[in-house]
C-alpha cells in the first residue's frame, strides 16, 4: 500500500474515487479539491443547467468536477491560473463546451449582477473572503434564492480566543493562520448581514487527516513534492486534529428559491 492508493477511498468519496488521482496530483495546489468539493456539495442543491462561478478553481479540478458530476455550467474564476491555461485543462477533460475560464480577481468580478444560481470556492476564500463587507459584494451576483458554498481552512478554536497561533501552525503558513476561522465564526460573518441564510456550517470530519493523506501522496509522487510538502506533513501529523480543520458553510441568498 502506498500514499497513492490512500487517494482512492469510495467509501467515503465514492464521486471523487472515479477520477486519475495521478489527474489530479498533475494539478496541486493545496489539499485533495475533490474531497472537500464532493463533501461540500452534500450541502447543497446542485441541479443540472444551474450556472455555477467556481471563485478560487485554481488549475480547474473542482471544475471539471462541477461539469460532470452534477450537470452544471460552470464559470472558472481564478487569479493565479492564466485562462488559457485553465481551459486546456477543460478541453482535454471533455467539459470544454460546460467551462468557461476567466482570469480575474476576486473583488473585481467582471460578472452581471445576479447571473449565478450558485458559487462555490474550494481551499480559496480565505484568501479574499474574510473581509467584513465581502459577502455582501459576493451575495450581489447570486440570484435571488441562489447558493453559496465554500470549504476553507480552519481551527478548531478562534485564534483571537487562544491568543495564540499554535507553533507548529505558525512555523509552517506563519501569519496566514489568522484566516482560518471556526465554522461558527462563518455562520455569524455571514448571517449578520441578512443578505443569506446559513444552511450549514461545520467542520469536516476529520479533516486534518484527509489533508496529510493528500500532502504524503504529493511528496512521493509530485517532482518536487519532499521539499514542497514535508513542512505540511510535520504541521499535520504534530497537530493530529487538536487545531487544524476545514470548515464547510453553505448558505442561500433571500428571495425566491
Known amino acids: 500500500m502506498t500514499a497513492f492508493d490512500d487517494l482512492v477511498r469510495p ?91 476567466v482570469h480575474t480577481e476576486a ?22 473572503g474574510t473581509a467584513d463587507g465581502y459577502l455582501p459584494y459576493l451575495a450581489g451576483f447570486l440570484r435571488p434564492g441562489g447558493q453559496l458554498g465554500m470549504a476553507t481552512p480552519a481551527m478548531t478554536r478562534e485564534v483571537r480566543e487562544s491568543g495564540v497561533i499554535p507553533r507548529h501552525v505558525k512555523d509552517v503558513v506563519g501569519w496566514e493562520a489568522i484566516a482560518w476561522h471556526t465554522a461558527e465564526w462563518w455562520r455569524f460573518q455571514w448571517e449578520i448581514t ?19 493523506l493528500w500532502a504524503r501522496a504529493c511528496a512521493e509522487f509530485r517532482p518536487d513534492g519532499r521539499a514542497a510538502h514535508q513542512p505540511v506533513i510535520d504541521m499535520l501529523t504534530t497537530d493530529g486534529g487538536e487545531f487544524l480543520s476545514f470548515a464547510l458553510v453553505t448558505a442561500r441568498k433571500g428571495g425566491a428559491g
Open 107 to 128: 473583488h473585481v468580478l467582471p460578472f452581471d449582477q445576479e447571473s449565478f444560481d450558485a458559487v462555490v470556492s474550494i481551499d480559496a476564500f480565505e484568501y479574499f
Open 11 to 101: 467509501d467515503r468519496y465514492p464521486r471523487s474515487s472515479r477520477y486519475d488521482p495521478a489527474w489530479l496530483l498533475g494539478l496541486d495546489m493545496g489539499p485533495h479539491p475533490l474531497w472537500l468539493l464532493e463533501n461540500l456539495a452534500e450541502d447543497l442543491d446542485l441541479r443540472p443547467g444551474m450556472r455555477v462561478l467556481d471563485l478560487g478553481s485554481g488549475k480547474g479540478a473542482t471544475s471539471v468536477f462541477l461539469a460532470r458530476e452534477y450537470g452544471v455550467q460552470v464559470v472558472a474564476a481564478d487569479w493565479w491560473i492564466g485562462a488559457d491555461e485553465a481551459a486546456a485543462v477543460f478541453a482535454a477533460a471533455g467539459v470544454g463546451d460546460r467551462v468557461e475560464a
Open 194 to 212: 441578512e443578505l443569506v441564510t446559513v444552511t450549514s456550517a461545520r467542520l469536516q470530519p476529520d479533516a486534518w487527516w484527509d489533508w496529510l
